[in-house]
């Protein structure tokens, strides 16, 4: 209500769409079963190719993507142990040929 938080709602996070020029604006991600995520500060998102979104949500060790149509590719969550887990500040998507790499081999160093 007016200026204040509705705290018995569910902490949900979206990430919105917004038209400079006439300030509309929509959500993209956050609000279908799936998508929830929850990022006080830090969170990042970064718009891929096919519509969709990689989602870091910091606070929560999670990162995630979420396809053109908003459903959930994959998700990955830094576990610590059992109970807690670790910060992501940053996941990013690479295209497959932003690596060249003709040999993965690690061979000893010499003398070692």
Request: with cysteine; hydrophobic share 30%; aromatic share 8%.
């Amino acid at each position: 209500p007016g200026d204040r938080t509705d705290l018995t709602r569910p902490q949900v996070s979206n990430i919105m769409k917004v038209d400079p020029q006439t300030g509309e604006s929509t959500v993209v991600a956050g609000q279908r079963p799936g998508q929830e995520f929850y990022s006080v500060i830090r969170g990042k998102q970064q718009p891929l190719p096919d519509g969709g979104f990689l989602i870091t949500d910091t606070g929560n060790g999670r990162a995630f993507e979420l396809d053109g149509s908003g459903t959930m590719v994959w998700e990955f969550i830094n576990r610590f142990d059992d109970k807690r887990v670790l910060e992501i500040t940053e996941a990013q998507s690479h295209p497959a040929d932003y690596f060249t790499v003709t040999d993965w081999s690690c061979p000893a160093p010499a003398g070692g």
